[in-house]
């Protein structure tokens, strides 16, 4: 069992910035992909940004809408996967939540979620 724990959020103005921090129980090189979605009441879960290991560099994707302003990256020292969002929008409001395929427990993990609120 793996636990991931997100911290982060908060309140900011639009055009501020905040970073989410998704820290794992295990090292995160158990990991094929790790990713952060998001989701807002009445709405699905929507992907915002993944990285996926086991390619040099580490391959990175991201949802039309944060292309520019959002980027993911890891600490493998500290078991722990960013998101650094610049240009923050009222749009982006909403709960973000980490996810984590495990290559060893081929299960898909997900953290509590945090919320991320951006004033007009």
């Known amino acids: 069992q793996v636990q991931l724990v997100e911290i982060g959020g908060g309140l900011v103005q639009a055009g501020g910035s905040l970073r989410l921090s998704c820290t794992a129980s295990r090292t995160i090189f158990r990991f094929n992909t790790m990713g952060w979605y998001r989701q807002t009441p009445g709405k699905q879960r929507e992907l915002v940004a993944t990285?996926?290991?086991?390619?040099?560099?580490?391959?990175?994707d991201y949802a039309d809408s944060v292309k520019g302003r959002f980027t993911i990256s890891s600490d493998n020292a500290k078991n722990t996967v960013y998101l650094e969002m610049n240009g923050l929008e009222p749009e982006d409001t909403a709960v973000y939540y980490c996810n984590a395929y495990d290559r060893y427990d081929r299960e898909l993990y997900w953290g509590q979620g945090t919320q991320v609120t951006v004033s007009a």
């Open positions: 990285l996926t290991t086991g390619t040099s560099p580490d391959t990175t």
